[in-house]
């Protein structure tokens, strides 16, 4: 090494800093689109809902299952018909309104059936394990294995096409589809060390399901159930569709855009309103549910 | 599951010790005799590969007040050593005495009971903890699960808690472990481990994972609380010095078995296992140009599934010879308290017929000199 | 004076996290000679493995970096991808900590060993195959053409760190970085993994930095330490000048450091002398010297000014107000 200079001071204590990497506007870009992501999917569904469930509480609407032959396919804006009547004179917006209606109360006993007694399942499963998970999980596995619609088409058909039918038909899926994911987040939450510090520190087992595993697997399973319900209201609609669901005349998403099928080339309003109807409330979900994910940090 | 007798406490005194009375000194607070704990080890299809004997028969003792230490490498089995004394899951066989009570025999509710008194302390500060619970409840978790007092003794408690171990209860008690740097998370698990009064503490790899000042720190906790509580160690470690520092007793492990056990002076001035020595020369001194390339062990560890017959050590061992291949040494004590389990011990000239002796003849003498001469011209610079 | 191999200079990297900038490393200067091997000691957040990676180019884009580090003359920092990829693995590699995650667990060793090779050179197939089994002996691999064929899940820890070592010599480069190399092994491989990487200095006529929290380690094997704090170098000196007999170790955080570690001739139950709170902030670090919060020596000058790392001895500097008088043997 070189003959050292005394006290040379080899770096300055204050050494000039960098140019910023914080750029404040592109941060504040971020932030927004984050919230933005977020609020507006809860929004509008916020608003889809109140459409749906508060509005026929406040307004009287006109009848979504009877109409007047007379003023039959009228268009959109017409008097006393916001968006028009169909080939039968019901009023459009009356049954977008309760079928709305139909979709979220299956769409969300479906997902509330599937997390109490799916989730409930894919917990014991993961966390006993053994036998029990193995019976479980092939239980699951079968339920899975059919194509959802067929089977739920089956069940329908064989139970009857009401609207709890349908929600057992689609609960058939719902039930293995959140099983499984509370299955593998329970699974990942099992080898951690702060459950065994729980048996560890004496707590039950019970307990430790209730107030260990549920909240960690929480996330996970809202994350799902949130883009579970898109699927299920989808599932249900094609369940009406085809003719196994809810019977005209009481109104769904699904028969209305069967309906308005036989006119698609000359009215196309009548397939084109529920389906943008579907199409919002899907995308909204989705959008919740992704954004949700983002900020869970859940897969 | 039978359920436990509660053991409710009026608020405000202190929970009562429950199961049988404390020994009389001299009798040994944790008693292990010839534990064994295997892994069946499958392959992806889940056919059996083999089964791994991770504990091949230890035993030792832990006497009340005493910390004893076991130091062993990757594959050692000291990890599943602890799980196994917890019965968590419960050893194959051999038998494990508490406090006077045999833990092999017992369920569910008196499993409980008797393994109050002895707590664990993990290697992962975080993973130990859940991300979801407030610190205030994680360290009341044990105090619920035995139903000590009522909520409000439980908060003093808690408080008196954190404070021991060095937490300002005023802002750690709502904070969540995400809140928490490595060293308080490490805090909080000793102080949900101390929470009942336990008589034993056994820390697998505490320390290993925090950075060198919050891991004196730690040990110093862990010292102050050894003298205020009176609490019996068994620390487990891979680190010989950081082993030796805190214990009273060392115990060293190779492939699930020990090989040697005695006083941690006494080991580590006069080790009697050649893995002991192999240990000891492999640490880095803070002296440069120490005898350090002395006795570079070779070879790696053997597979646990099919280890070594004789001596385990035997196939990394400069002193091996065919008897060690035949015969499986039993451990046997040489001085005081300093038991070793090798046929040719450190105390006696390496055998005949030993790589040691060969290789000393031979003039490549990997083995360590008495005198430590042997440096490498590196050490010079 | 031998012309240096890699000379940082004025070294600063700083990172946006979370709408905060943290300066990872501020300012940091160091030469290494062919050949010789240095330590760069720190704990977790000193800046240690930010600086090495930096130099190999293996910081992520966006990551504000100024100063310079030039490898016999070329400067490397902001070279683009394709002229990292000439630098690395000819001039300058690096090893890291957990072979269990540097490795393709899906691709037999031999194969990555090749990769390694033929990025670098064009050579036939079983020319790159011969030279990866000649690697692999080189790394003292036992049984090397048995292990060639094996995937990393078949190898133990130690063996594992030997194929991240003949991957990282495959070009016989003039510089190994290795960051925490030995961290994760046990004791007694790690004595034989050190061991290798001497011998293999001076088979290759090669340089070493290696990157670790383990002041024994630096002591042991390193010609020269340095010891990083917050993104600063607070003490240099040759690692005779710091350890053992004749060593004065003067920078207060170093002899925190070396009170710290647990040493074997100490007695059971010795309380160690402990420093207490915790590294700093690195969004918001301290007015002074970055230790002051935490020395027990600390002075209002140190929580005023921040000490600049002079030479106050021959090759030896700190940075302290007050140091250590007669830092002591280890």
Redesign the interface.
């Known amino acids: 090494m070189a003959a050292p200079l005394p006290n040379v001071t080899l770096a300055s204590p204050h050494p000039p800093p960098l140019p910023s990497l914080i750029n404040a506007r592109r941060l504040r870009t971020q932030r927004l689109g984050r919230a933005l992501r977020l609020w507006v999917p809860v929004g509008v569904l916020i608003l889809i809902l109140a459409i749906c469930f508060l509005l026929p509480l406040v307004v009287t609407l006109p009848s979504a299952t009877s109409g007047n032959i007379i003023v039959n396919n009228e268009p959109p804006f017409s008097p006393g018909h916001i968006l028009g009547t169909d080939v039968q004179g019901v009023d459009i917006f009356s049954q977008l309104v309760y079928g709305g209606q139909v979709a979220f109360e299956v769409g969300i006993s479906v997902t509330v059936i599937g997390i109490v007694i799916g989730g409930t399942l894919g917990v014991i499963a993961a966390y006993f394990g053994g036998w029990v998970d193995a019976v479980i999980s092939r239980v699951f596995d079968i339920l899975i294995a059919f194509p959802a619609l067929v089977l739920a088409l089956v069940i329908a058909e064989g139970l009857g096409p009401t609207e709890m039918h349908v929600i057992w038909a689609l609960a058939v899926f719902g039930i293995p589809a959140v099983g499984r994911v509370a299955r593998g987040a329970t699974l990942t939450i099992r080898g951690l060390p702060f459950m065994t510090a729980a048996r560890l520190a004496g707590t039950r087992r019970w307990r430790i399901i209730a107030r260990h595993v549920v909240p960690n697997i929480f996330p996970s399973i809202v994350t799902f159930s949130l883009l579970g319900l898109g699927i299920i209201i989808i599932l249900e609609g094609a369940l009406d569709f085809l003719g196994y669901g809810i019977q005209r005349p009481k109104p769904s998403w699904g028969n209305m855009i069967s309906n308005g099928q036989q006119i698609l080339s000359v009215q196309p309003e009548y397939v084109l309103i529920p389906s943008i109807a579907l199409l919002i409330t899907v995308a909204a979900l989705n959008m919740l549910g992704d954004a949700l994910r983002e900020r869970w940090g859940t897969q | 599951m039978t359920v436990p007798e509660p053991s409710a406490t009026p608020a405000g005194s202190e929970p009562r010790p429950a199961g049988p009375a404390k020994p009389a000194t001299g009798e040994p607070l944790l008693s292990v005799r010839d534990l064994v704990q295997e892994f069946t080890v499958r392959e992806r299809g889940g056919g059996k590969v083999g089964v791994v004997q991770a504990v091949s028969g230890v035993s030792f003792d832990i006497m009340p007040g005493e910390?004893l230490g076991i130091v062993g490498?990757?594959g050692s089995g000291k990890s599943t050593l602890a799980r196994a004394i917890?019965q968590?899951p419960r050893p194959k066989s051999g038998s494990v005495t508490f406090r006077g009570t045999e833990l092999t025999k017992l369920r569910g509710g008196r499993l409980?009971q008797a393994?109050?008194h002895m707590?664990?302390v993990?290697?992962?500060p975080f993973?130990?903890?859940?991300?979801?619970?407030k610190v205030r409840s994680i360290v009341a978790?044990?105090l619920?699960?035995?139903h000590t007092g009522n909520g409000t003794a439980r908060r003093k408690r808690v408080n008196e808690l954190l404070d021991l171990v060095g937490m300002d209860p005023a802002r750690y008690a709502k904070r969540h472990p995400r809140e928490l740097?490595g060293?308080q998370a490490q805090r909080v698990?000793i102080a949900?481990a101390v929470a009942l009064e336990p008589s034993l503490l056994i820390c697998d790899e505490a320390v290993s994972s925090l950075?060198?000042?919050?891991?004196?720190?730690v040990?110093?906790l862990f010292?102050r609380l050894?003298a205020e509580l009176g609490l019996s160690y068994l620390f487990i470690a891979?680190?010989?010095?950081?082993v030796?520092?805190?214990?009273?007793r060392v115990a060293v492990m190779y492939l699930g078995k020990l090989c040697e056990t005695g006083p941690?002076?006494a080991v580590?001035r006069e080790p009697l296992h050649p893995y002991t020595r192999?240990?000891?020369?492999?640490?880095?001194?803070?002296?440069?140009?120490?005898a350090?390339?002395s006795s570079?062990?070779?070879?790696?560890?053997p597979s646990p599934i099919n280890p070594p017959s004789g001596c385990r050590f035997r196939t990394r061992c400069p002193r091996a010879t065919d008897l060690c291949a035949e015969e499986e040494p039993k451990p046997r004590e040489l001085a005081a308290g300093h038991a070793v389990a090798c046929h040719f011990p450190l105390t006696e000239p390496p055998p005949a017929e030993s790589a040691e002796s060969t290789s000393a003849e031979n003039g490549t003498a990997r083995a360590a000199a008495p005198d430590g001469s042997e440096t490498t011209s590196?050490a010079v610079? | 004076m031998t012309d240096a191999l890699l000379v940082v200079d004025d070294l600063r990297i700083t990172f946006a996290v979370g709408g905060r900038e943290v300066r990872a490393v501020d300012g940091i200067n160091f030469t290494v000679s062919p050949g010789a091997t240095l330590a760069i000691i720190g704990e977790s957040g000193s800046g240690k493995t930010v600086s090495c990676r930096a130099i190999m180019g293996l910081l992520p884009t966006g990551t504000a970096i100024g100063g310079s580090a030039r490898l016999h003359g070329t400067e490397l920092l902001g070279l683009s991808d394709a002229e990292l990829r000439r630098h690395r693995g000819s001039d300058l590699a690096m090893v890291f900590q957990d072979p269990a995650r540097s490795l393709n667990p899906t691709m037999r060793i031999g194969l990555q060993i090749t990769e390694a090779i033929t990025t670098h050179r064009k050579v036939s197939k079983r020319e790159a195959q011969a030279q990866a089994i000649e690697l692999l002996r080189l790394v003292r691999m036992p049984a090397a053409e048995r292990r060639f064929h094996e995937y990393p899940h078949q190898l133990s820890g130690g063996m594992r760190q030997r194929v991240m070592i003949a991957m990282a010599l495959a070009c016989r480069p003039k510089l190994l970085i290795a960051d925490e190399a030995t961290t994760a092994l046990d004791v007694t491989t790690q004595a034989q993994i050190m061991e290798l990487l001497l011998d293999l200095q001076q088979e290759l006529d090669m340089a070493l930095i290696m990157i670790s929290h383990d002041l024994g380690l630096a002591a042991s094997y390193a010609d020269e330490v340095i010891v990083m704090y917050a993104g600063k170098i607070v003490e240099q000196a040759p690692a005779a000048g710091l350890f053992g007999a004749g060593g004065a170790v003067r920078m207060r955080y170093t002899r925190a450091l070396l009170d710290a570690i647990p040493h074997l001739e100490r007695s059971a139950h010795t309380p160690l002398p402990v420093v207490g709170g915790r590294p700093p902030d690195p969004t918001a670090l301290p007015r002074g010297c970055s230790f002051a919060p935490r020395c027990g020596y600390a002075e209002d000058d140190c929580l005023a000014k921040v000490p600049a790392l002079a030479e106050h001895a021959p090759g030896h500097s700190w940075a302290c107000w007050h140091p250590c008088e007669n830092g002591g043997a280890a």
Do not use: C, M
């Not at chain 2, 891979?238 to 950081?242: E, I, P, S, T, V």
């Open positions: 910390t490498e990757t917890l968590a409980l393994r109050r707590q664990f993990f290697q992962d993973g130990s903890l859940d991300p979801k619970w978790e044990p619920v699960a035995y740097s060293g698990a949900r950075d060198v000042l919050i891991q004196a720190q040990l110093n010292e050894r891979h680190d010989l010095a950081l030796k520092q805190v214990s009273d941690g002076e580590y192999a240990l000891l020369d492999s640490i880095p001194s803070t002296e440069p140009g120490a350090r390339a570079v062990i070779e070879g790696e560890p590196k610079r």
